[in-house]
């Protein structure tokens, strides 16, 4: 199994731009989710999916926007690219269980994104 | 806010010691998970520890959980040059819903 996989792995974005950052995993996990991390940092909730068709808001929604149309993959999409944007982004998957239990995440290499 | 606040910031010792960080949280989990994150890369799992156990253990880690005093410990035994990483603790909380929230981490570096 190729796990959790992320591209592009780094991208420059002018601000106003848009872009999707995709991830796939092929281990049949109904719950992805998509963190950003700051330097110095710990890692932010930004959307999540429960399974196909599913998704809600974490703690930094703002700016962002996802879908998720099959189990496999959940893109995010950046609408209007601001500096304040620049990061590291994290894609998860993992098992998922009766609501509120969460189960070991496993994560994509990330994606380093930077807005000038 | 972040609802795992690990603690040191940052540790530094000598290859064979061991290493120990602390998590601590503010409300009621499901259970609480540590990662380790070497530079540059993504997260990696390292142990689960639910909410009604005390003591885990995985090779050379120890991991415990006090419910009572809200807070867990991440022990490395005779470390490695390569635990050198940033670990993070990561908390289910029972009134979240379907989310973990991470800690800022510990970054251990150490030295041969």
């Known amino acids: 199994n190729a796990g959790v996989t992320q591209t592009p792995k780094f991208q420059v974005l002018k601000t106003g731009q848009s872009m999707t950052l995709q991830c796939a995993q092929d281990?049949?996990?109904?719950?992805m989710s998509w963190y950003r991390q700051d330097p110095g940092m710990g890692l932010r909730l930004i959307h999540y999916?429960?399974?196909?068709?599913?998704?809600d808001q974490g703690e930094v929604p703002n700016g962002y926007n996802v879908s998720r149309s099959t189990t496999e993959d959940f893109p995010l999409r950046l609408l209007s690219a601001a500096p304040s944007q620049t990061s590291v982004y994290f894609c998860?998957?993992?098992?998922?269980?009766?609501?509120?239990?969460?189960?070991?995440?496993?994560f994509g290499p990330g994606t380093r994104l930077l807005v000038l | 806010s972040q609802q795992g606040e690990e603690d040191p910031q940052a540790l530094s010792i000598q290859e064979g010691e061991n290493a120990t960080m602390n998590c601590s949280y503010k409300?009621?989990?499901?259970?609480l998970q540590w990662y380790r994150q070497n530079s540059g890369r993504g997260l990696v799992h390292l142990i689960l520890i639910r909410s009604n156990e005390r003591e885990k253990h995985s090779g050379r880690l120890r991991v415990t959980l006090d419910t009572s005093k809200k807070s867990s410990s991440l022990l490395i035994t005779a470390s490695r040059a390569a635990d050198t990483a940033s670990y993070f603790c990561?908390?289910?909380?029972?009134?979240?819903?379907?989310?973990?929230?991470f800690g800022g981490g510990t970054r251990v570096l150490v030295k041969p």
């Open positions: 281990m049949n996990h109904e719950y």
């Open positions: 409300t009621s989990i499901n259970n």
């Open positions: 990561a908390t289910d909380e029972e009134a979240a819903g379907n989310k973990l929230t």
């Open positions: 999916s429960v399974g196909a068709g599913i998704t």
């Open positions: 998860a998957s993992s098992y998922s269980r009766e609501a509120g239990a969460q189960e070991t995440q496993y």
